[in-house]
């Protein structure tokens, strides 16, 4: 079974609004990463947060991580309708950095 | 620096045929690994190499699913017979030195 479990399944927001999604998981990190997906193209790496860290910044990305809980979460901020796309959380675990996904957020960004 | 590339891109088989997927990692990246991501859901690992060597195959159906990275760069992915549930984009993905992973644009496979 898949380690990392998204919430919500799906997102739907306006132009300009912050998008949150959340990311849980069961096991120890390495790190824990967040990608995007376009529909009908493959992933592509957004941030990476280590097990030792709690928040992290790109652009107008913000990801937080509290191990304690075992969840992330990834805020964009000021959306666009180019944001339209599913996210997903990955957990990096174990000596060799295996990389599990969750099921992901599909987030419509409504001009 | 050029990307993963996976061929062929799209593929339409009949049930029981078998099909074979390729993926090129990024030049120098040991980490390789195989994702099955069936429409509407996340990856799932498939299959990792670490050079030449499977570090996790946990997740593989090892009766009808096969791959092999022999001399540590190109990798393979067969499946033989395939079945209808088999539909689904195989992902090629690599990881150098760092921990950011490169992925492929997917191999797209419906088997009718």
């Known amino acids: 079974s898949q380690q990392g479990e998204e919430d919500p399944q799906a997102l739907s927001i306006q132009e300009g609004e912050n998008a949150t999604m959340n990311c849980s998981y069961k096991?120890?990190?390495?790190?824990l990463q967040w990608y995007r997906q376009n529909s009908g193209r493959g992933l592509v790496h957004l941030i990476l947060?280590?097990?030792?860290?709690r928040e992290k910044h790109s652009g107008r990305l913000r990801v937080t991580l509290d191990t304690s809980k075992k969840s992330s979460s990834l805020l964009i901020t000021a959306s666009r309708a180019a944001d339209t796309a599913s996210y997903f959380c990955?957990?990096?675990?174990?000596?060799?950095?295996?990389?599990?996904f969750g099921a992901g957020t599909r987030l419509a960004v409504h001009p | 620096e050029a990307g993963v590339a996976q061929s062929p891109r799209y593929k339409i088989i009949e049930k029981r045929q078998s099909v074979a997927f390729w993926c090129n990692p990024i030049?120098?990246?040991?980490?390789l690994y195989w994702y099955q991501q069936i429409l509407g859901q996340g990856p799932k690992l498939l299959i990792q190499?670490?050079?030449?060597?499977?570090?996790?195959d946990s997740q593989l159906p090892k009766d009808r699913f096969s791959a092999e990275r022999l001399k540590g760069v190109d990798s393979t992915l067969k499946i033989q017979p395939a079945k209808l549930e088999d539909s689904a984009v195989y992902l090629c993905?690599?990881?150098?030195?760092?921990?950011?992973?490169?992925f492929g644009e997917g191999s797209w496979l419906t088997v009718v």
């Open positions: 990955a957990i990096s675990s174990g000596g060799y950095n295996k990389l599990i």
């Open positions: 096991t120890s990190i390495n790190n």
């Open positions: 947060i280590r097990s030792n860290e």
């Open positions: 030049s120098g990246h040991a980490t």
């Open positions: 190499f670490q050079n030449n060597g499977v570090v996790d």
């Open positions: 993905a690599s990881r150098g030195q760092g921990n950011t992973i490169y």
